[in-house]
Structure formats: structure tokens, C-alpha cells
């Protein structure tokens, strides 16, 4: 979309602007300034000198990763002053995205001509960032000192090392951690900026490689600080390692790897599962291929049957298997087939083992349960003919009577 915007962009001034010996109007754009309160108002101002009068400017944003451009009517004020306002709170832009802009200038005498590409960083700027940098990443920060950014920094090298354990990943490519204080600002944050949020902690981008978390002050901070920067540095390096092909991953690996890079897991998880096992409520991993539940409850143990099936799959075939299987999703394989093509067994055969597994299920329990629908079908089938023999034999027995 960017690639096809900027080529749409590159024409347009090839066409349109400062060329002369085309018999084209000349005319001089001032640098843009751009000035905007989060989730508020953008202004961009800027002075266009033009031989030919100007009828109407309109400015044309592409936001990345948004789906929409967003286009308006600048006001212009003479001699040369051209003001465009956009209210966020009517065209919300994603946080922390980088945006392209252009001009498109209608003259009068019916030319119109567009600008260049300018550019300007969206941030949520209405808190007071503070920051830390390497070559791989940049950790940004509003409540805590210099300490509570380095340990930041330090879980995320040390969720790269994890999942460097795991799988092979690409050398994380500027990712940036934007640190919350509080899941409740982090979730206005995204309500701003119209991005989804449900039941979460931490969203990542990991096309842009823009990471949010939220981690407050308090007894379990560094504990949230390992579980959940490697977490979600996973998504963000499974992206920078299979491109748009990340997609096609199944839900319940994705998260599954992610969580299996946390230094320190979710401590509800295993108690979760247990429960869930012993009322035989457990989600058929088939079911978090795609989409996870939304409900509170479902979404927790989503997460967590993916953290212990990942973990499983991991220990039992090790790296060149999970690397075919990664491989296998990305080629566009189904949840199903790809697990049969890079590990030799259906989904089903590798949950049923992982249940025997996880829980100590017994062969006999796990084979029954397999065999219960046909025993079903079976039994619905024989009762009838069971029936008419029983009233057979008593109608026998009274006859001899
Ligand atoms: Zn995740």
C-alpha cells in the first residue's frame, strides 16, 4: 500500500511539479511544520509561493498501517499561508505511526499540481518520554528511572536469547518498546487511536516493529518486565523472519512461541489448565488455529493450552522439526495438514498426546474418550435389535410357562 502510494506520489512530481520546459507552473513549497496534541488536533502549516493564483489545497496523509488515507481542505490564508487541521478525534491515526504527506495544489487556471512526500512521526505525546537506545533496540518510558529502562532493555536481550533457544531469528531490526504504566493508559491509548483492545497488556505492531507494554510500579514489576517484553519481541522477530507470510501462522504457535520465550510464564497457566482438564473444558487446539476466544476466561486458557502445546511440540521434536513446522504454516499450509507434513502426525494425534502427556492421562481414558462418538453410534445402532431380542426371549419364556 505505502509502496503503491509512493509510486502514485513519485508520478505526481514527475508530472507536476517545477518543471518548466513542460510549460508547467512553478511554484515553492516551505518546509511543512507539524504540531498536534495526541488523539487531539494535527496543524501542518506551511507557505506555498505560486506564479499563478492558488484556488484550493488539499492534503492527502497515508498513515502506516492504517487501511484508509485520510484527505482534507487546507485553508489558505494570503499572501502565501496554507494551515491544515485535522480533528483526531474524528479521523484517528495509529499510534507511534509514521505518516506521508502530500499537497495537492488546484491553480486557477485549472493545473493541479502535487508536492513531494513529506513525513512526520505520530507519538503519544501526552506523556514526558524518556529513552534508551542500542543499535537493535530503543526502550521508551514516562514513570521510572534510568534503572527501570535498563531493565527493560536487558529482558529484551534476554527474550532474544531465549528464543534464539527455540528457533532461528533474524537480528532484531530497530524494534521499540513504548512502556506503559498502566494497562488502563495503554488501552486509552489504543481507544484514541481506534486500535483494537481487548483483555490485553501489550500490543505490538510487528510490521513496524512498535511494541507497547504496560508494566506498573510494584512488587511484580520485574517479574512482568521478563514475562511480558521477550513475549512480545517474538511476535515482532517472527515477522522480521517470515515478512507478510507471519500471518499464516496459526494462532496457537504464534502465541505459543511467544509465551514459551517469557523468562518468567504466566503463574495462572498451569492451575488454568488443570481446571479446565478436570471439567473437560479444554479448547481443541484445531479451534485456536485461527482466531481465539473473546471471553475473558477462554481467552486466558487460549493462552495458555498454546504456551503448553508449543512447549510440548518443542521438547518432543526439537528445532529442525518446529523450524519445518514454522516453515510449512508460511507456505500456506492448513493448521492440520502442516503439522502431519513437517512433524508425521495430525493435529489431533498431537494433542491427544500432549493431553496424555500434560495430564497424566491414561491410555485406556484417551482411548475410550477417542472411541466414545462411535461406541455412540454403535450403541444406536445395536439397542434396537437388543430391544427385540429381549421382548423375544421373555415372549419365549412366557410361552413355555
Ligand atoms: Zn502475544
Partial sequence: MRWFFLALLTIGICLGISDPARGQTELHIAEPQVTYTFGSTLIIETEINS??????VTVLLQPEGATQNIAGDASLSPPNQVIFTLDLTKNPIPVFSHILFTYQIALENGETITSEVFEFDYAD????????????????????????????????????????????VPDPEKITYYVYASAQELQSTLQISSQISTWIAGHTDPSSGVILVSIPPGPAQSVEIKRQVPHELTHVLLYQKLGEDYDKLPNWLNEGLASTAEVFPNPDYPLLLERAYEQDILIPIADLCRSFPIDAANFQLAYAESASFTWYLLGEFGNPDMEALIAAYADGLECDRGAEVALGNT???????????????????????????????????????????????????????
Fill in 125 to 168: 505525546n501526552r506523556f514526558p518520554w524518556q529513552s534508551l537506545a542500542t543499535e537493535e533496540f530503543e526502550i521508551y518510558w514516562y514513570d521510572g528511572d534510568t534503572q527501570f529502562g535498563q531493565a527493560i532493555l536487558n529482558a529484551a536481550y534476554e527474550g532474544l536469547a531465549r528464543i534464539s533457544d527455540q528457533i532461528s
Fill in 51 to 56: 506564479e499563478i493564483p492558488i484556488q484550493k
Fill in 347 to 401: 493435529l489431533a494425534e498431537l494433542e491427544r498426546d500432549w493431553r496424555r502427556t500434560n495430564f497424566n492421562e491414561s491410555l485406556l481414558r484417551s482411548s475410550v474418550m477417542g472411541a466414545l462418538p462411535w461406541m455412540i453410534v454403535l450403541a444406536a445402532l445395536l439397542l434396537p435389535t437388543l430391544g427385540l431380542y429381549i421382548t423375544d426371549t421373555i415372549r419365549h419364556r412366557q410361552e413355555k410357562r
